[in-house]
């Protein structure tokens, strides 16, 4: 939380619209890559850092332009510029610290989402910020960084031109955008469900210390992940509604298709918190019956060395006369004695079912 509100100091004092990268810098270099296709071709192009894209804003056809690197807020600039985005819109670009929501500018929509993968050996779950621009006929999507872009499929189905998406708009390509951003939920939520099936084995078999800081980290990432979800089904609620001109009706019915999606998600996220509270539960009541064995251990030697005690210490006290001390058979009497008294305890206890 502390490094969070000292990124966020640094626009302390500045205007609205301040272009200030907030966040951390997840790629040395801005890339930006251009699709301009039609029902009957496509043109893929990589723009130069130092090009403008005002080419594209009129083109024939729809555009998408892909942007990796938000941390140069000149470039967020540029692209703002050419396509008359709100300032506060290029702000919230440049702070990767938002919520998913939406924004109904008129002539455009912008769309915030979070974007999820396995960080490197599957150990933890990395989130990047994506931005969607939907105007009528363009895309613009920011990312943060290009390594776990999920988005290669929708270039590969544009370059061969397989299903409708080049016979579509560009509601049609944003919807196929977050499309797969909400489908890989599902691969990493996988990924952690096996961890969670892991542990709740581990647990089952033999509670450790090592076990529940396991437990406990998945938990902080569930907390992250039901933050970067939750907001998921009033962003996509608002655009399955239709309410903006930009969203054709033949494609209200894919937004449907991702608000369930979206749900299903939730709904595995809350799964998941459950699992994880019962396997606390567990580990608790695992520690509480080990310390019951303990005890009932302990409680059943001091129970038998109680009366052996008593024994030992009538004859060892230091009165004058006490005629066992000196008859020949009393050391034997005594620990015979004692002898029984232990074996009568234990059967005792063993039909009493007590261990």
């Given amino acids: 939380m502390s490094q969070l509100m000292k990124r966020r100091s640094k626009k302390a004092g500045l205007p609205p619209g301040s272009l200030i990268h907030i966040g951390e810098r997840k790629s040395e270099t801005v890339k930006i890559t251009a699709f301009n ?7 893929e192009k990589e723009i130069p850092y130092s090009t403008s894209c005002a080419e594209y804003k009129n083109k024939p056809g729809i555009t998408w332009i892909n942007v990796d690197g938000v941390h140069d807020a000149d470039v967020v600039q540029k ?10 819109v290029l702000e919230d670009i440049l702070n990767t610290d938002q919520r998913p929501k939406i924004e109904d500018h008129d002539d455009y ?3 915030v989402l979070k974007m999820l993968y396995n ?21 613009i999507s920011f990312q943060e960084k290009e390594v776990g872009d999920v988005f290669d499929p929708i270039r590969e189905r544009i370059r061969a031109g397989k299903g409708t998406i080049r016979k579509m708009g560009a509601d049609y390509l944003a919807y196929s955008l ?10 990493v939520f996988e990924k952690m469900g096996d961890k969670i099936e892991d542990l709740e084995t581990e647990i089952s078999a033999k509670t450790s210390s090592k076990t529940m800081q396991e437990v406990h980290r998945l938990k902080r990432e569930l907390i992250f992940l039901r933050k970067s979800v939750w907001p998921l089904r ?57 310390m019951n064995e303990i005890m009932k251990v302990l409680t059943v ?45 234990l059967a005792f206890f063993k039909k009493k079912k007590w261990f």
Avoid: C
Wanted: hydrophobic share 45%; net charge negative; no cysteine.
């Fill in 37 to 43: 296709f039609t029902e009957d071709g496509f043109e």
């Fill in 79 to 88: 692209i703002g510029a050419v396509f008359d985005l709100h300032p506060l």
């Fill in 109 to 111: 929509l912008y769309v």
């Fill in 119 to 139: 960080g490197e050996h599957k150990k933890e779950i990395v989130a990047e910020q994506v931005s969607l621009i939907l105007g009528k006929n363009y895309v």
């Fill in 178 to 187: 977050m499309d797969a951003i909400i489908d890989n939920y599902f691969a």
């Fill in 234 to 290: 009033e962003v996509i609620g608002q655009l399955e509604r239709g309410e903006s001109p930009l969203i054709h009706r033949n494609t209200l019915v894919y937004f449907r298709d991702i608000y369930d999606h979206a749900v299903q998600t939730m709904d595995i996220i809350e799964t998941f918190r459950d699992t994880l509270a019962e396997l606390v539960n567990i580990y608790l009541s695992g520690n509480a019956n080990r």
């Fill in 301 to 345: 030697i001091g129970t038998i060395f109680l009366p052996l005690t008593f024994i030992v210490g009538i004859y060892g006290m230091n009165f004058g006369y006490m005629p066992e001390l000196r008859w020949w058979w009393g050391y034997p009497a005594v620990m015979t004695g004692m002898g029984l008294l232990v074996l009568f305890m």
